[in-house]
């Protein structure tokens, strides 16, 4: 299992709400933290990184692999 950090462009409520209801629909997170205020999102799955990374990105909100 490996846990990832994104940063991610989050204006509103309704953004992480978006982002969190796809990685939900991807299915297989064992722990989602997203914070509007830090504009983080830390994902703890067995998915690759790519595969997370896509799937924020579907949801239009500019994405990058936090250092």
Do not use: P, W
Request: hydrophobic content about 40%; charged content about 20%; some cysteine.
């Amino acid at each position: 299992m490996a846990t990832y950090t994104f940063n991610v462009t989050m204006t509103c409520t309704g953004c992480s709400g978006a982002v969190e209801r796809a990685l939900k629909r991807l299915g297989g997170i064992n722990n989602l933290d997203i914070s509007l205020e830090k504009q983080t999102v830390v994902v703890e799955t067995d998915h690759s990184l790519e595969t997370v990374f896509e799937t924020i990105k579907k949801t239009g909100k500019a994405v990058t692999v936090a250092a």
